[in-house]
């Protein structure tokens, strides 16, 4: 007899963990996600997750989790982001897109460079790293400067990078009247519609 339950016992343990494997070996989908699971997840075929928010008709709001361009480290593929790592890197599950904009966070980005999250975290790394890069910073430049130096950090995120340069020539800053299309020939109208000579 207790021979009897212990089998059923290693039976219904070897099927959980079946199960469990096949979950996280089977491939991330990212439509297949629920919006709790979506944020910060890699797909099977290492793009990023993004859980998209939508307003209906009838004013409610729904969620969806798509397929991002965005692609992860190959490492990472079929990565669904664990709890500790959202906590420990002051993380929101119900994050909307991808953006770098929470980098210009002095509280968030010291979370993301405590070791709890970027020693332990590796994909929230991955994903951020690449977005500063995006913006012109280093990450780990980014974590060294957390203290006197962090605010010149941000700085070079807020500016970008690049400006674009001024016209050579002045800008004509007055708009003038309406036109009358009304009263306009054929050849007026033609002359109208081309590119101004600067």
Known sequence: MASNVCFKTLAGLALFLAVCVQGTRGGVTCENLDQERCAFAVSSSGNRCVLEKHVRRSGQEAYTCRTSEIEANDKLKDWTESDLCIKSCGLDRKSYGISSDSLLESGFTQKLCSPQ??????????????????????????????????????????????????????????????????NLEATQFVALAQAPAY
């Open 117 to 182: 999250c970027y020693d332990s975290c590796p994909n929230v790394v991955d994903l951020y790293f690449n977005l500063a890069a995006g913006e012109g910073v280093f990450l780990p430049k980014l974590c060294k400067a957390q203290g006197p130096n962090a605010h010149r950090e941000m700085s070079e995120i807020r500016s970008s990078g690049y400006v674009a340069p001024g016209p050579v020539n002045p800008a004509k800053l007055v708009a003038e009247g309406p036109v009358n299309y009304m």
